[in-house]
C-alpha cells in the first residue's frame, strides 16, 4: 500500500508493519494547504522535478524552525512545500524521495490527514470530501457532524 500522510504518521505505519515504504511522503511534515493542494492532482505533483527553497513560505514553519534550531531541507514540487524534517541535506532528501517515488501504486492508495500545523476545521472538511476510497482524518476538537460514507474523521476526545 502507498501511505500518503501529511506527516510522519506513515512512517511510524511502514514502520510497525516491517514493510518497506511505498511511498515519497515519509520522514516529512506538509502545511496543510500545501497537503490539499498535493491531493487535489496527485500524480501532477508527483510528476514534478523536485526543487529546494532555503525557507518557507509558512511563517509558522519558520518559527517553528527557528525556535528549534531545525535546519532540514525544504523541498518543493512545483508550488508545494515539503518539511524534509528527517533528512541531513537536500541531497539525501532527493535520493530517498526519486526512489520511493516510483513505488507509488495510485490502486493502493490510504490517505491520512489530521488537524496539526495550523489546520482549520475548513481544511479538515475538505479533505473529508475528497474523493479517495481509504482514507482517515484525525482530529482533537470535535467537528460539525459529517456523513461518514465521504471518510472517516477521528475525534481523539481528548
Not at 106 to 131: G, I
Given at each position: 500500500m502507498t501511505i500518503i500522510s501529511n506527516n510522519c504518521w506513515g512512517t511510524y505505519v511502514y514502520q510497525r508493519l516491517g514493510i518497506e515504504?511505498?511511498?515519497?511522503?515519509?520522514?516529512?511534515?506538509?502545511a496543510p494547504d500545501c497537503y490539499l493542494r498535493l491531493l487535489r492532482d496527485l500524480p501532477g505533483y508527483l510528476a514534478q522535478p523536485l526543487g529546494f527553497v532555503p525557507h518557507s513560505k509558512h511563517?509558522?514553519?519558520n518559527a517553528l524552525r527557528a525556535e528549534h534550531k531545525n535546519s532540514y531541507p525544504i523541498a518543493t514540487l512545483g508550488d508545494i512545500?515539503?518539511?524534509?524534517?528527517?533528512y541531513d541535506s537536500p541531497e539525501q532528501a532527493a535520493e530517498e524521495w526519486a526512489r520511493r517515488a516510483q513505488r507509488v501504486d495510485y490502486s493502493r492508495l490510504v490517505v491520512k490527514f489530521d488537524d496539526t500545523n495550523n489546520a482549520t476545521v475548513d481544511?479538515?472538511?475538505?479533505?473529508h470530501c475528497m474523493p479517495y476510497a481509504r482514507k482517515v482524518c484525525f482530529v482533537g476538537?470535535?467537528?460539525?457532524?459529517?456523513?461518514?460514507?465521504?471518510?472517516?474523521?477521528?475525534?481523539a476526545g481528548l
Amino acid at each position: 500500500m502507498t501511505i500518503i500522510s501529511n506527516n510522519c504518521w506513515g512512517t511510524y505505519v511502514y514502520q510497525r508493519l516491517g514493510i518497506e515504504y511505498q511511498s515519497p511522503l515519509v520522514n516529512l511534515f506538509i502545511a496543510p494547504d500545501c497537503y490539499l493542494r498535493l491531493l487535489r492532482d496527485l500524480p501532477g505533483y508527483l510528476a514534478q522535478p523536485l526543487g529546494f527553497v532555503p525557507h518557507s513560505k509558512h511563517a509558522f514553519i519558520n518559527a517553528l524552525r527557528a525556535e528549534h534550531k531545525n535546519s532540514y531541507p525544504i523541498a518543493t514540487l512545483g508550488d508545494i512545500e515539503l518539511q524534509m524534517l528527517h533528512y541531513d541535506s537536500p541531497e539525501q532528501a532527493a535520493e530517498e524521495w526519486a526512489r520511493r517515488a516510483q513505488r507509488v501504486d495510485y490502486s493502493r492508495l490510504v490517505v491520512k490527514f489530521d488537524d496539526t500545523n495550523n489546520a482549520t476545521v475548513d481544511q479538515v472538511l475538505e479533505f473529508h470530501c475528497m474523493p479517495y476510497a481509504r482514507k482517515v482524518c484525525f482530529v482533537g476538537v470535535p467537528l460539525p457532524e459529517q456523513p461518514l460514507d465521504a471518510g472517516l474523521i477521528w475525534h481523539a476526545g481528548l
